[in-house]
């Protein structure tokens, strides 16, 4: 069916139909796959897809992306990537988070061995960070945050904004942002998508494809609340080429 409707239609529409036929699986991995292509790779489409998931999202993602490029995900990272970037999106698809552990006793420990990697020395030490921040359970690190902010009067994410700069950066404040509201971060992930000349048609049709069963409606909620204006008064003055196809009930 795909293939009969990649001949009948095009641009935009295309891309949209399309889409929403797929499973959201495929669509991330495909997604992924085309960060890879061409001349540089796609970061900020790597670190929303990436840097946001669960285990079981992981390794599904994962199978579905080996199975439909004939490589694995994690020889794709390491050929595409460098540095300290990749070892933070190789660490975050490893599907190896330990979500069942919930000791909160272990915040105050944990948020001190982040001050003791960034702010409490010279230098930084990326690993510990992506360590901690790629192997404990969304609840727990929660309890890390708070707890850090109250014993150093400082945010982790202020932290990260001081100690990282570029691609690493990007990264590990979208792991924080995510655990810490998921909608709301992928709200800002909508508004970027749409700040600027153009608008990156693919980030927006992913998001919202993507999120439409699951939270687009808390998503909305949190993009109001933020910008001052509907997710949907926004995309209609940025897209008029496809805003009338994406409200083909994906939005209500």
């Not at 946001?52 to 050929?79: A, G, M």
């Not at 994410?157 to 404040?173: M, P, R």
């Amino acid at each position: 069916m795909a293939k009969e409707l990649k001949k009948e239609l095009s641009g935009h529409f295309e891309r949209v139909v399309l889409a929403l036929l797929v499973p959201t699986t495929e669509l991330l991995a495909d997604h992924v796959h085309e960060a890879f292509k061409g001349v540089g790779t796609n970061e900020d489409t790597l670190v929303e897809i990436l840097c946001t998931r669960n285990n079981k999202e992981i390794k599904e993602l994962k199978s579905v992306y080996e199975h439909k490029f004939d490589k694995s995900l994690q020889k794709s990272l390491e050929k595409e990537t460098s540095g300290h970037f990749r070892s933070l999106l190789i660490a975050m698809t490893s599907g190896e988070r330990d979500e069942g552990n919930i000791d909160l006793e272990l915040a105050p420990k944990l948020a001190e061995r982040l001050y003791q990697a960034g702010e409490g020395r010279d230098g930084t030490d990326e690993a510990e960070f992506i360590r901690i921040l790629s192997s404990y359970s969304y609840p727990l690190l929660l309890a890390v945050f708070l707890a850090y902010k109250k014993t150093y009067d400082k945010s982790l994410t202020d932290a990260i904004k001081s100690e990282f700069v570029g691609n690493l950066q990007n990264g590990l404040l979208a792991v924080v942002s995510s655990i810490k509201n998921r909608p709301k971060f992928y709200a800002k992930c909508l508004h970027d998508a749409m700040e600027g000349i153009g608008t990156k048609d693919d980030a927006l049709i992913r998001l919202v494809v993507t999120r439409a069963e699951i939270d687009l409606g808390t998503i909305k909620h949190e993009y109001e609340k933020k910008y001052g204006k509907s997710l949907e008064s926004r995309i209609k003055v940025r897209n008029d080429n496809i805003h009338a196809f994406i409200w083909l009930g994906i939005m209500t």
